[in-house]
């Protein structure tokens, strides 16, 4: 375990200094808007422009990045250490995954203070109009969660796209594009066949968990995980398969 | 030397499946999408209310138009030769209903009722209950709410938008522009037009002599249904259905985007 904690650590390290440069980035931008907003040459709504435009850069980048730790293995021969480690593929692929989940939870923490911090009036403008401080929490947490969930999915399907391409020769920047879109076709395929055996379980309220009736009464927000579930189990066995794959068959000198 | 032809072909193999895939159950668009979300109507409690009501006999007018909000509508014809309307009118105040009455107009041999103007900033509701004899046009323009229309013969003109609305029982012409709610339509026997936007819609035909002349056209939504139409995919998340049933004499055109659709035609 504290192997693996090392190897989080040594690629949280390795991401440091893009990590502070995107927050300082993202906090420039909330304060240059604050300003603006306060000499009143940009509207209020700006606010909402300036926080969320790191939300919707941030899942980009961070897609990026889970390509580039692989890549940066391979370019600078660390990638000799980690096969040699007393570690199976899959904690490898892992320790990588966990370090751009907590990658988002920092980056997503420093745009929730920026956006605090400068933009309280609008903040507190906001919360007027919404049922709760706690309903406000409750459903962020849950979003934040659900967030999680969908990017680890698609780490998962760039690092499989990345380690198949180092099991090619040549033209590794077009396979790896292609593993990328087959891996997705993939679950996606999976999920439909394995519905009939997923039927049995009931349907997810998202309305009740999100309790969007005390935004609105009437919301129906309904989320079949019948169809879901054979996705789910899709995109834990292309882990696994990274990781075997990663462990047993990538070819280093690619 | 092995490892990269065995992973060329195990790449080649999902692509072959993924060509036949599309090639062969491409249109997954139809199956039901996992995701259900819709905004209904705001079911807003009236703190106070207070109800008109107006009758007119029939042979002075062809037409009848309904303006309404927040409330529900309740149609139905029969037959009779007086147009019955019980409005009723809603307001979160007291103070604020004694200024609010409902206006009637008469323009031509067209007869309709609409909400006067309250004070500024003040929520205000209405709702109709109607009856009007057989073979009339009635024209509803309803908004945060819901319209339900029972055992209707004439001509209908439905304009909603964030309200749900359920028709049981018609016969003759439909039209209905509807955005952001559920559409229910069973047992209607005649022409249908109908344009919507995030909306479910379930349309139920009864068989008519001449039959009907499907012609539906579902974009980023889905396309259910047992009626004799084909459906085909397009370009652009687009579903088209066409079809005939008997000589397709009575046209039933469907225009949906981000919605779904579902049609069924009953002997």
């Known amino acids: 375990m504290t192997r693996f904690f090392r190897l989080l650590r040594k690629d949280l390290q390795a991401s440091l200094l893009p990590l502070g440069f995107l927050s300082g980035i993202a906090l420039i931008v909330m304060l240059f808007t604050r300003v603006r907003i306060s000499m009143g040459s940009w509207p209020n709504e700006a606010a909402l422009a300036a926080v969320s435009l790191p939300l919707v850069f941030l899942p980009l980048w961070l897609l990026w990045q889970s390509f580039q730790t692989l890549r940066i293995e391979w370019r600078e021969d660390t990638v000799y250490t980690l096969l040699v480690l007393p570690l199976p593929g899959w904690k490898v692929m892992l320790a990588k995954l966990a370090a751009i989940c907590l990658e988002y939870t920092i980056l997503l923490a420093v745009t929730a203070v920026g956006a605090l911090i400068f933009f309280a009036p609008q903040v507190q403008q906001a919360m007027e109009n919404l049922p709760s401080l706690l309903w406000v929490i409750r459903n962020f947490s849950l979003v934040y969660l659900f967030s999680l969930g969908v990017l680890a999915s698609m780490v998962i399907f760039v690092q499989l796209a990345f380690v198949v391409s180092k099991m090619v020769g040549r033209v590794q920047g077009l396979i790896a594009i292609w593993t990328l879109f087959l891996s997705s076709w993939f679950v996606e395929v999976l999920g439909a066949l394995m519905e009939p055996l997923f039927r049995w379980i009931p349907v997810l309220s998202l309305d009740r968990l999100f309790r969007l009736d005390e935004l609105r009464a009437g919301i129906v927000f309904k989320l079949n995980l019948a169809s879901e579930i054979g996705s789910w189990l899709g995109i834990l066995a292309l882990f696994v398969l990274t990781g075997v794959l990663f462990e047993h068959f990538v070819e280093v000198s690619g | ?267």
């Not at chain 2, 062809?62 to 009723?88: F, Y």
């Not at chain 2, 439909?174 to 229910?184: H, K, L, Q, R």
């Not at chain 2, 139409?229 to 004499?249: D, H, M, P, T």
Request: proline content about 3%; aromatic content about 8%; overall charge negative.
């Open chain 2, 1 to 267: 030397m092995k490892i990269r032809r065995v992973t060329l072909i195990v790449l080649v193999f999902l692509t072959v499946l993924f060509i036949f895939d599309v090639r062969y159950f491409g249109n997954r668009s139809i199956q039901e999408p996992s995701i259900h979300f819709n905004v209904g109507p705001g079911i807003l409690e009236p703190a106070a209310q207070k109800m008109q009501e107006f009758i007119r006999s029939q042979s002075d007018f062809t037409s009848l138009a309904l303006k309404g909000r927040h409330g529900v509508v309740e149609l139905r014809s029969a037959e009779s030769d007086v147009i019955k309307v019980q409005a009723i009118i809603w307001a979160d105040e007291e103070e604020v209903l004694e200024g609010l009455e409902v206006r009637e107009s008469i323009s031509g041999r067209e007869l309709s009722y609409e909400l006067s103007q309250g004070p500024a900033g003040q929520e205000a509701g209405l709702g109709f209950i109607v009856h009007v004899p057989d073979g009339m046009e009635v024209s509803v323009d309803h908004q945060f709410g819901s319209v339900n229309v029972d055992d209707f013969v004439g001509f209908l003109n439905l304009n909603t938008s964030f309200s749900n609305l359920n028709v049981n029982g018609i016969e003759g012409t439909v039209t209905i522009a509807s955005n952001f709610g559920n559409i229910n339509l069973q047992r209607i026997r005649g022409p249908l037009r109908l344009d919507n936007s995030f909306a479910t819609c379930r349309v139920g035909l009864l068989a008519i002599d001449g039959g009907y002349d499907f012609d539906v056209v579902v974009t980023n939504g889905t396309l259910l249904g047992k009626a004799p139409f084909q459906i085909g995919a397009e370009s652009n998340n687009k579903l088209v259905a066409r079809g005939q049933s008997g000589e397709g004499v009575h046209p039933v055109i469907i225009r949906s985007n981000f919605g779904t659709v579902s049609v069924s035609l009953e002997d």
